[in-house]
């Protein structure tokens, strides 16, 4: 059974994947993983049948679950690091914290098209995806003991994806994650000292001076943050006050959050020359009990969509101190993107 | 010049390394690092003249600075992220927090000999390798204006090494970095509420049940941490509580801190082929002006080594949420390195 441990120091929970237990013989060394060729492709149309049996999928023509047909499809990952079917037990050993592995582990498969990847698919299919997010999001909140849901995306063997397919992932978990929970306790703190979201705060700034900008419509923009950890970089923002990826106002403005995504994309292959790269949503977490709680995220934080290109290897000390050295300035980087033809 | 940049959110410091800004069309991805030969080496005896002038170095034949006849040497980094030179400037960019480029980034050549690594140095060599880590520190920490220094060591093209001759590195940093912030702040939290240290606690616990113990002598222990990141990570130790690394009981043991370093670093090679790696050295900040601040570090905080040997790829998954996925129970792996015969 795989276990979630939390370290005792600094608060990061780890999840020890004991059930796919690796000899230390076996660790090949991450030099380039191997892609499977489409011919096999279990993210493939008409390959149903080599997934695990579909979570969801939007069939516009009433297909048969797993059966072709769909645009959407989105089914347990073959390999969870978390299962819906554990119990959740939370336990110490001596002075540690542990928690069974508990959770749901989902790939969302975007298109049945195996070369269709996010920056070729239409606004209107970017947005099918978009909605598959909101749709599983909401429905695993439903469980109140899932505390998190992340939804990220490996593109590119350099970022970790195992298969070429163009799809993406989630992960619930039990407990809120590290990074997640650093955000929410920064912006309540920036929120109790000046009566105002930080990320609002950040956006004025940025669209009122505008060397970081990357692209913008009406409701969405993307820009390089002024601290970017990584070379090109990109955020990912409503422009108005939004704590909630899956609330009614971005389910309506899906078209205009489709086209500020594919745009930043687009943008960001034209001049990288198709980078590696992950993104992921950084939403509130699930509405939890605690009298108040919901109410303060509500009012401080504000979801965000996080593009990392995989460009420089992170190296001793940035694990050591959580200082990353980036040789690229986000104005310039910005400036780059803003002019990238697409 | 090079800035510094504070994240408005999390607080995390990241260093924007304008000095050597990249435009996109040079990023290599970074595959394979290109090993520079020993023919050529910088850092080897005899091409003293191809790095700048020595810091300090360990000459126990009186020869001349920049000359053979050094046993230990320390160089400014040829391309550092930090500079001396750099006025220490402190300002605000409307709501954004930042700082000059002003700081450390120093190389500590182990030895002259380009083949001779870690694991294959005396007790008595690694032993000066260790001293000059202590004198560097405390030498740099003559400046109070440097809150930090991080010695880490990159060894392996996977693990962020560019050359391949034995070598540490440093960076003195005018700000406390988050990963350091954090252990300081998470280990006083502890002892105001047990009043006792957690990493002594840890190492009680440890001890005790012995199944997560690598090696082990009178005064120091390695051992792989219960909540671990990475497959076969290893934290070593003092057994008794030291907040300070450059502390006069730490430079009178180093025989014995020499011995468990060496033993471990074979262990790990033997166990996993000699992976690349990267390893940090954890010590207390220097001791600031304020008052009682050192004080509450001298009781709560606890200087330790991490070793991370560089066997998986992370993806968006641990970017995103600070939450990481081992396969590797730690356990596991201490079972392994403990047996494993050097």
Same mark, same amino acid.
Request: charged share 35%.
């Given at each position: 059974m795989n276990e979630l441990r939390k370290d005792p120091i600094v608060g990061r929970w780890v999840i020890i994947a004991t059930e796919r237990s690796r000899r230390p013989d076996s660790f090949v060394l991450p030099r380039m993983v191997t892609k499977e060729k489409a011919a096999i492709c !279990?993210?493939?149309?008409?390959? $149903? &049948?080599?997934? !695990? !049996? $579909?979570?969801?999928a939007l069939r516009p023509d009433k297909s048969k679950p797993d059966t072709p047909g769909w645009k959407v499809r989105v089914v347990p990952n073959r390999f969870p690091v978390l299962g819906v079917d554990e119990e959740l037990i939370r336990r110490g050993v001596g002075m540690f914290d542990m928690a069974s592995g508990f959770g749901a582990h989902e790939v969302i498969i975007e298109t049945p098209d195996h070369n269709k990847n996010l920056k070729d698919q239409s606004i209107e299919e970017l947005g099918e995806v978009l909605k598959a997010f909101q749709y599983r999001i909401a429905d695993l909140h439903k469980d109140k003991r899932l505390r998190y849901v992340l939804v990220f995306k490996n593109e590119g063997p350099e970022a970790g994806a195992t298969l070429e397919h163009p799809h993406s992932q989630l992960i619930a978990t039990p407990v809120t994650p590290k990074r997640v929970k650093e955000e929410l306790v920064g912006s309540k703190n920036y929120f109790e000292a000046k009566e105002r979201c930080v990320y609002c705060d950040i956006l004025a700034q940025e669209i009122d001076s505008g060397e970081r900008i990357v692209y913008e419509n009406r409701e969405y923009v993307s820009f390089c943050p002024f601290a970017s950890r990584f070379p090109f970089e990109i955020w990912l923002l409503p422009k108005k006050h939004s704590p909630d990826f899956c609330c009614p106002t971005t389910r309506k403005n899906i078209p205009l959050l489709a086209e500020v995504l594919k745009v930043t994309m687009q943008k960001l292959a034209r001049t990288l020359n198709n980078p590696s790269y992950n993104y992921l949503i950084h939403t509130a977490p699930n &509405? #939890? !009990? &605690? #009298?108040g709680y919901w109410q303060t995220i509500e009012q401080d934080f504000h979801w965000h969509i996080e593009i990392m290109p995989y460009l420089v290897r992170l190296a001793g000390f940035e694990w050591g101190t959580g200082f990353y050295i980036n040789p690229t300035a986000p104005e310039e980087a910005a400036k780059y993107l803003r002019e990238a033809r697409v």
């Open positions: !279990p993210l493939c149309r008409d390959n $149903e &049948r080599m997934t !695990p !049996p $579909e979570i969801w &509405r #939890a !009990p &605690r #009298a």
